[in-house]
């Protein structure tokens, strides 16, 4: 059985920082790309970063240079620290862990982030 958890969201003031944590189990972590995404209510889910099994990142350009994606495969974990939090950082975010070929695609329960002072 394929599980993504997520753990780290919360509420931080703004310019904060925060660290998302994603720890899958009941994949082959390293064949997996894994991306977090974030969700406002009534909005699309949208990509916010991710890192393919070979470690190439890519970011949303609303948060390119205030957070970073890594993994660590020795732990079937994927991370997200986040820094200069701002207000309309605040969504649910979730992971994702992506295989392609063949085309699956696993999703994480999601974990709150809220910026406010």
């Known amino acids: 059985q394929v599980q993504l958890v997520e753990s780290g969201g919360g509420l931080v003031q703004p310019g904060g920082s925060l660290r998302l944590s994603c720890a899958a189990s009941?994949?082959?972590?390293?064949?997996?790309?894994m991306g977090w995404y974030r969700q406002a209510p009534g909005k699309h889910r949208e990509l916010v970063a991710s890192i393919t099994s070979g470690g190439s990142t890519n970011y949303s350009y609303s948060v390119k240079g205030r957070f970073t994606i890594s993994r660590d495969n020795a732990k079937n974990t994927v991370y997200l620290q986040m820094n200069s939090l701002k207000p309309e950082d605040t969504d649910v975010y979730y992971c994702n862990a992506e295989k392609v070929p063949p085309g699956i695609s696993y999703w994480g329960q999601g974990t709150q982030v809220t910026v406010s002072s």
């Open positions: 009941g994949i082959f972590f390293s064949d997996y790309a």
